[in-house]
Nanobody, 114 residues
């Protein structure tokens, strides 16, 4: 089965940056779209960014110009570079892979606070 492991979260001040990583196992990674989602306490999980197998990326409006999603198929890894972070970005961030079934990582905590 496919396994996804997120890392790179932590505590950062407003205006700071973090880079999240999603390390994937499984042979379907190279032909699958991958997305980053986030979930704040008491809130519903929401899409942040997605990238196709060919490297085409899309973003929700509230992160455009601040976040960049990328992938390295040779390393079976997807990244989320987050700049100009705001307190509203505080959440657990999850990696998602869409194949015949949907796969999720365990999440990594991002806290933006002074």
């Amino acid at each position: 089965q496919v396994q996804l492991v997120e890392s790179g979260g932590g505590l950062v001040q407003p205006g700071g940056s973090l880079r999240l990583s999603c390390a994937a196992s499984g042979s379907i990674f190279r032909i699958s779209a991958v997305g980053w989602y986030r979930q704040a306490p008491g809130k519903q999980r929401e899409l942040v960014a997605a990238i196709t197998s060919g490297g085409f990326a899309n973003y929700v409006d509230f992160v455009k110009g601040r976040f960049t999603i990328s992938r390295d198929n040779a390393k079976n890894t997807v990244f989320l570079q987050m700049n100009s972070l705001k307190p509203e970005d505080t959440a657990v961030y999850y990696c998602h892979l869409q194949g015949f079934l949907d796969y999720w990582g365990q999440g990594t905590q991002v806290t933006v606070s002074s």
